[in-house]
């Protein structure tokens, strides 16, 4: 969000709060791009703010429900408010549980473990969620489309479709148990937290192979994940970086330095594998 729409969307997030009791003096910004995370003080709640009608934040809440009675390692939502999608001068504002970020790097067999459990719990609910096809058909869409992504060269254009094409068709070839999914389980989703590693950012949940998921996360993650095809992680990490890069030259991309990450994503598909993480390319980008 741009310096305008933040401070309007900050203010909804402060009056919703204010008018449901929650004592707010102060609204710390924790994360922009389209959508807004505040952490709302003194009464520690952490905001998602976004536009009405560019979000699907009725989903995510119905899935963190349903995995909080799983004891699946997902924030919480506050339980001082009605859990519920709430509405003020167009946007969208859901409010959940802030925790303290603990110091240190999350262990990777702790990171795989929490992941496992999360699919655990996730295998166990019947929300329906929109296959990861529909995601890369997005990614599509821009690729094809110059009036979307005018900056997008004509070669990686044309590599990006036929990434996106041929993973697809690989992926589906090998007819893999599929799941609900988190859809973007990096580290940017997940916190360390005093109760363990905690996922959040629900709204991105869609179904498939598992592998999907262990495409997003680190190297020494989705190794010590256990019973993972390591043929069909590479595949869908060679998918993600496609599609990643896909909205990157999006021209109403909103991601902090987007077009420089465009560019180090289109660098690693162009070198070709062994497929680098998603991670790994960003940190070096």
């Given at each position: 969000m741009?310096?305008?729409d933040?401070?309007?969307?900050t203010?909804?997030a402060?009056?919703?709060?204010?008018?449901?009791?929650?004592?707010v003096?102060?609204?710390?910004?924790?994360?922009?791009?389209?959508?807004?995370g505040?952490?709302?003080?003194?009464?520690?709640?952490?905001?998602?703010?976004?536009?009405?009608?560019?979000?699907?934040?009725?989903?995510?809440l119905?899935?963190?429900?349903?995995?909080?009675r799983?004891?699946?390692?997902?924030?919480?939502?506050?339980?001082r408010?009605?859990?519920?999608?709430?509405?003020?001068?167009?946007?969208?504002?859901?409010?959940?549980?802030?925790?303290?970020?603990?110091?240190?790097?999350?262990?990777?067999?702790?990171?795989?473990?929490?992941?496992?459990?999360?699919?655990?719990?996730?295998?166990?609910l019947?929300v329906?969620?929109?296959r990861?096809?529909e995601?890369v058909?997005?990614?599509?869409?821009?690729?094809?489309n110059?009036?979307l992504?005018?900056?997008?060269q004509?070669?990686?254009?044309?590599l990006?479709?036929?990434?996106?094409?041929s993973?697809?068709?690989?992926?589906?070839?090998?007819?893999?148990?599929?799941?609900?999914l988190?859809?973007?389980?990096?580290?940017?989703?997940v916190?360390?937290?005093s109760q363990?590693?905690?996922?959040?950012?629900l709204e991105?949940?869609?179904?498939?192979?598992?592998?999907?998921?262990?495409?997003?996360?680190?190297?020494?993650?989705?190794?010590?994940?256990?019973g993972?095809?390591?043929d069909?992680?590479?595949e869908?990490?060679?998918?993600?970086?496609?599609?990643?890069?896909a909205?990157?030259?999006d021209?109403?991309d909103?991601?902090?330095?987007g077009?420089?990450a465009?560019?180090?994503?289109?660098?690693?598909?162009?070198?070709g594998?062994?497929?680098p993480?998603?991670?790994?390319?960003?940190s070096a980008?």
């Amino acid at each position: 969000m741009d310096v305008s729409d933040v401070e309007r969307a900050t203010g909804a997030a402060i009056e919703l709060a204010s008018a449901l009791e929650l004592s707010v003096d102060e609204a710390r910004i924790l994360s922009n791009s389209n959508k807004l995370g505040l952490r709302l003080l003194p009464c520690e709640v952490f905001a998602r703010v976004a536009f009405k009608g560019e979000e699907v934040f009725e989903s995510e809440l119905a899935i963190a429900q349903g995995l909080a009675r799983t004891q699946s390692p997902v924030a919480a939502l506050d339980p001082r408010v009605e859990p519920r999608v709430y509405d003020r001068d167009g946007f969208a504002v859901t409010f959940w549980r802030y925790y303290e970020p603990v110091a240190g790097e999350l262990p990777a067999e702790d990171y795989a473990r929490a992941l496992e459990r999360l699919h655990d719990g996730m295998a166990q609910l019947g929300v329906e969620v929109p296959r990861f096809t529909e995601r890369v058909a997005e990614a599509q869409r821009l690729v094809v489309n110059p009036q979307l992504s005018p900056r997008l060269q004509a070669a990686d254009r044309e590599l990006l479709d036929v990434t996106l094409r041929s993973c697809v068709r690989a992926i589906d070839e090998r007819s893999s148990p599929e799941q609900l999914l988190h859809g973007e389980p990096h580290p940017g989703n997940v916190l360390e937290t005093s109760q363990g590693p905690l996922f959040v950012d629900l709204e991105t949940c869609c179904r498939g192979p598992v592998e999907f998921d262990l495409a997003h996360v680190p190297e020494a993650v989705s190794a010590s994940y256990s019973g993972a095809d390591d043929d069909l992680v590479c595949e869908c990490r060679r998918l993600v970086l496609a599609m990643v890069a896909a909205w990157r030259w999006d021209s109403r991309d909103q991601f902090p330095n987007g077009e420089r990450a465009g560019r180090a994503l289109l660098g690693a598909l162009h070198a070709g594998p062994p497929w680098p993480t998603l991670d790994a390319v960003m940190s070096a980008g």
